[in-house]
Every structure is written in C-alpha cells, then in structure tokens.
DNA sequence: TTGTTCTTGGATCGTTCGTTCCAAGATAAG
DNA sequence: CTTATCTTGGAACGAACGATCCAAGAACAA
C-alpha cells in the first residue's frame, strides 16, 4: 500500500443529530431524502457512505435520539433517590418539554415510531425503550416503597409498567395539541392513585 | 332539464369501509392511492369522484372508524352501568382485539393517527376520539363513586383522563409487539390503584 | 510530486407518488 | 329514441421518491 484515502469532510454527528430532529418533526414516512440532503447541507454520496439507506439512517436516529435524550431523563429518575418525588419531577420534566419550547408538539420519536411502521432496523430499540423507562420507574417506586409512601396493595412492577405507559400517552397525545393541564390531570391523578 | 345523470356502480360505504382497513394497518403516509385502487377494486376516477382527494378519503375513514368501532366501545362503558366493573370489561375487550385475532398488532387507527401527521381535515377527529372515551370513563366513574367502590381522595375526571391515556398507550404499544400480559400487569394496576 | 484510495457534488436511474383528464359507457327523463 | 348528465376505466401528468453511479477533488504515504 502505497497511498491512502481521504477523510470525512464533514462531522457526522452533527449530521445525525440534525436527520434526528426531521425525522422526531416529521416521522419517517414524511421526511425524504432531499430533505435530509437539504437540512444538513450534504450530498447524498456523503449521507449513503456514512450511513448506509434511508432505514439504517432512520435507526441511527432513533439510537441517538434513545441514547441522548432518553436516557438521561431516565436516569435522573435513578438518580434522584426521592422515590416518588422522583416521579413527579419526570413528568414535569416531561411535560414541559413536550409543550412548551422548542420541541413543544413534537412528541416522543421512539413512542411516534410505534405507530409508524418502524424498519426492522429500529424496531428492537422501541422495546429498549420501553424496558429501560420501566426500570427506571420501578427504581423510583421500590425506594418509594421503602419510604412507604406507596399506598398498602400497590405492586411496584405493575406500577412502573402503568407510569411507562402514562409517559408514552403523553408524548402521543402531546403531538396532537393536547393542553399541558389535560395531561397534567391524568399524570396526578396517577401518582395520588398510587401514593398512600 | 331534459336528461338525467348515471348513478353509481358501486357500493360507497363498503369502499370506505376497505379503506379504512387500509389506513388502519399502514398508516396515511404509507398507503399509496394504488394500493386502495387495488383494494377496493375501484378507478381512481370513482375514488376522487365520491371522496375527493387523499386527505379527505383519510379523513372519511376515521370518520368511520370513530363511529362504526371506537363508539360502541365507548357506548357499552356507558351502558354496562356496573362502575369499575365496566372499566374493566372495556379493557379486557381492548385487550383481547388488540392483540388476538384479525387486527392483531394493528393498534388504533386514531390513536395512531396522533403519531403520523393527520391532515387537517382529520385533525378535529382526535380530539373527539379522546373526549369521547373520556366521557365514557367519566360516567363509569361517577357510578363507581356512587357505589364507593373508589378509594377516598381518588377524582373521577383525573381518574377519567388517566384511564383515557392508558387506552391510548395499550394501543400504541399492542403495535409494535407488546405482550397482552405486559399490557394487562399496568391495566390491573390502574384499576387496583383506582379501587377502594 | 507521484500514486493510491476514499470522499464529494451532482446528474441520473427507474419507480411510485397524488392527481387530472378524456373518451366511452351507463342511466333515466322527456 | 333522443338527449343531457353523471360515472367509469385507464392513460397520462409533473413531481418526488430512494438509490446508484461516475468523474473530479481531497488527503496522506512514499
């Protein structure tokens, strides 16, 4: 071997993160290539060598939308260690993000590509996600127990299950202009339901 | 006025009716006007005649999807008249349909719906969907309440928003795979939460 | 600088998209 | 039967789709 290749004229982080935001904006049956080639500035030589087609694009997005912006929410519920005030912050958190700001109407892209018909690619993280916010909940909720501050009769397992499916309802019904007091209700209404 | 016009060759509301199984399964951003062509056995021409474009015939089919399937579940919640017994009768139908049987794995057209990007036309249709089941929740609850079958403190319009969400996300989640036994553990215990 | 290899821009591929159009067929009042 | 009006099949439209291809450019070893 004599001579040796060219390197990447572009950061492809930069670029994945930005094909993250069309295809959390848009779905993925809604965002076309030469959108993705419009918002990121590159060619579609540059996005196929990088990354393979549209689908391995998709899941590349969805794996960086699990891994830098899911999980660190989930893991602030770990980490907190206040049990059920631990819950409650989540889904302040989460609801602020989902209504207001930047992101606001925009909903959750793992919980949207439920009901899109996700690549074969991506259809393992969907019950990733899933998993890792449940056990993220049940974290909370047996330090809550410990705490007994959940009501006597409340099952940790099969409450984490119920606040992961509040969590994706909202990000659902968030997308579609639901108000944040709406989903406010049924988020308190959850957490009292469980709490002695 | 000296002649009269043709009249149609086929059946409207069966054609609406294949559709819907379409847009059901797929989803509006991937099923294609060849596919309902091809599905209905219908021209395009006898399409865009009696429904108009893409956006409307959508639009009909979640018409008739709200009306003809989510509405008399809805209805029965109502009718059941027994309080929590009646939610829990409601979910073990949703349950069943979502995740046995024909339309296994197919979610809900309109809880689908908050995931894709409805056309306008559309839009109004799931706030109407939501509210609908709300109510239903809500009547069951008040004679839930009245047969103090609820625990003390529990409110029924946050229970009935909680209850509405959970729905939502048993459908999205019963279509990308979600065991009916994980779905039922958060069912039973919402409703066990709920309970006095 | 030369040689080799990878990357890049951009033209282009065939397909499918939603929609429109028109001639032919069907219907019923006159 | 004539005539007016609507419906139908099917060709055709321009645009957009995902994907491929290739010559030109860029980078590094020798």
Redesign the interface.
């Given at each position: 071997m004599t001579g040796m290749a060219d390197v990447k004229h572009f950061d492809e982080a930069a670029a994945l993160a930005a094909v993250e935001l069309l295809f959390w904006r848009?779905?993925i049956?809604?965002t076309g290539i030469q959108d993705i080639v419009a918002a990121t500035g590159l060619s579609r030589s540059s996005l196929y060598n990088a990354f393979g087609g549209k689908d391995e694009l998709y899941a590349a997005a969805v794996r960086r939308y699990l891994d830098e912006r899911s999980r660190p929410m989930f893991d602030r519920i770990v980490a907190d260690g206040r049990g059920l005030a631990a819950v409650t912050a989540f889904f302040d958190r989460l609801l602020r993000l989902r209504c207001v700001g930047e992101f606001a109407g925009w909903?959750c892209l793992v919980?949207?590509?439920?009901?899109?018909?996700?690549p074969d690619a991506a259809?393992s993280l969907?019950?990733e996600h899933?998993a890792a916010l449940k056990a993220a909940f049940l974290a909370a909720l047996e330090v809550a127990e410990s705490n007994q501050e959940l009501?006597a009769?409340?099952?940790p397992?099969?409450?984490a299950?119920?606040l992961?499916?509040?969590a994706?309802?909202?990000n659902?019904?968030s997308?579609?202009?639901?108000s944040r007091a709406?989903?406010e209700?049924?988020v308190?209404?959850?957490v009292?339901?469980?709490a002695a």
């Open positions: 848009r779905g049956a809604s909903g919980s949207n590509a439920n009901a899109d018909n996700p259809l969907l019950a899933h009501r009769g409340v099952e397992n099969g409450a299950e119920l992961t499916l509040l994706y309802a909202v659902l019904r997308r579609s202009g639901a709406q989903l209700t049924a308190t209404a959850a009292s339901a469980l």
